[in-house]
Nanobody
Framework: QVQLVESGGGLVQAGASLRLSCTTS?????????MGWFRQVPGKEREFVAA????????AYSDSVKDRFTISRDHIRKAMDLQMNTLQPEDTAVYYC???????????????????????WGQGTQVTVSS
């Protein structure tokens, strides 16, 4: 079991930057979880944004955010971050942090891009980008 809390959302103008954070609370070690960011707008399915492996050495991004967003994890803070640069109005959404617990069937370098692969979710943080 892990609790996830997102922070850092807000209202910005197009071209600005924001940094989202996801802090975790769990009896298990932080490196036991593969993690990711997803986003959702009303009436649409939750969309993959970025993912990071348990080790932090492997990452994946959706085509729409690649080269603008950077995912990272801090094993001392037990937190995952998403640095979002050059934000555009189409980035407006609720952003969710997700975690997948380690099992014997996947490795420390695996990344997961499907929402159904994650077992734990935060409550979300709103990001609004005005034009």
């Amino acid at each position: 079991q892990v609790q996830l809390v997102e922070s850092g959302g807000g209202l910005v103008q197009a071209g600005a930057s924001l940094r989202l954070s996801c802090t975790t609370s769990s009896a298990r070690t932080f490196s036991d979880y593969g993690m990711g960011w997803f986003r959702q707008v009303p009436g649409k399915e939750r969309e993959f944004v970025a993912a990071i492996s348990r080790s932090g050495g492997n990452t994946a991004y959706s085509d729409s955010v690649k080269d603008r967003f950077t995912i990272s994890r801090d094993h001392i803070r037990k937190a995952m971050d998403l640095q979002m640069n050059t934000l555009q109005p189409e980035d407006t959404a609720v952003y969710y942090c997700a975690a997948k617990a380690r099992t014997a069937y996947w490795s420390i370098v695996s990344v997961f891009t499907g929402a159904t692969e994650y077992e734990y979710w935060g409550q979300g943080t709103q990001v609004t980008v005005s034009s």
